[in-house]
């Protein structure tokens, strides 16, 4: 297998040079999801000129399978199903709500550890550079982009490497 990047350091160096037309705006504000997407995100943060703060999504994977998404968590109680997958996978609704309720405590529990005391940041009217590390279902990002939404940004520019 033959990788596009040395390490997410790298990815966030390349992929800052991609999003220069938002450098030094004030703005603009990175989040990024942890923990890949955080490294990423601080390189674009540093290369751009623009704060970095971190936003907290879960995948919610299949209960035997748990790296394959059915859906996914966001700050907000926001959460994005892949219907499809579940009704071909067969996951109960009793399944999809436990899985939910697991990665509900982990994502809280995230939240505490990420955040702390800090509020989140005020997002209306700013343009939100969302960061990942990859995309492979899609959920998370999903979940992410339909969370900050309610957050009323200007605009949210979906950032993946």
Not at 122 to 140: C, F, H, M, N
Request: charged letters at 30%; glycine letters at 8%; proline letters at 6%.
């Amino acid at each position: 297998m033959r990788f596009r990047f040395r390490d997410r350091h790298d990815a966030g160096r390349r992929l800052a040079t991609e999003l220069r037309v938002y450098a030094n705006r004030p703005d603009v504000l990175v989040l990024a999801l942890p923990r890949g997407g955080v490294p990423v995100g601080f390189e674009v943060a540093i290369a751009l000129n623009v704060p970095l703060d971190v936003f907290v999504v879960r995948k919610l994977g299949l209960p035997w399978h748990e790296e394959l998404a059915i859906g996914a968590i966001a700050s907000g109680g926001v959460r994005v199903l892949d219907r499809d997958l579940i009704r071909e996978a067969r996951v109960s609704d009793a399944d999809v709500e436990r899985v939910s309720e697991t990665q509900k405590a982990e994502l809280e529990r995230q939240e505490r550890r990420y955040r702390g005391v800090r509020p989140f940041p005020d997002l209306r009217e700013k343009t939100v550079i969302l960061i990942d590390d990859g995309l492979a279902t899609g959920s998370t990002m999903r979940a992410g982009v339909v969370a900050l939404r309610e957050e009323r940004p200007a605009r949210i520019v979906v950032a993946p490497c």
